[in-house]
């Protein structure tokens, strides 16, 4: 009986990852990418958008700024459409 309520627990999981995994945003990847522009307008430089991809529900925009010798990624969330995370590397 044990065994047969962790195989049920363990499937359970495995398909709410996978559901999760592959959730739509809510937002358009338009107003991902235009809150993403507006929060970084105040850069001296102008950034060059790499890509933009679908993880989790949100948006992950990889971006470069050649002037300033930078480049990064960005988490932006796909119901609020709000910068969750950053990483920046200089060169």
């Known amino acids: 009986m044990k065994k047969i309520l962790t195989i049920i627990l363990i499937c359970a999981i ?6 999760r995994f592959n959730a739509e945003p809510e937002i358009a990847e338009e ?3 235009s809150s993403f522009i507006d929060q970084h307008s105040n850069d001296i430089a102008e950034m060059e958008i ?3 991809n679908k993880r989790w529900g949100n948006y992950i925009i990889e971006w470069e700024n050649e002037e300033n010798c ?6 932006v969330d796909g119901d609020t459409a709000a910068i969750i995370k950053g990483e920046v590397t200089l060169c």
């Open 70 to 75: 930078e480049k990064g990624t960005n988490t």
């Open 31 to 33: 107003e991902a990418l």
């Open 50 to 52: 790499l890509s933009i």
């Open 14 to 19: 495995l398909l709410f990852v996978f559901w």
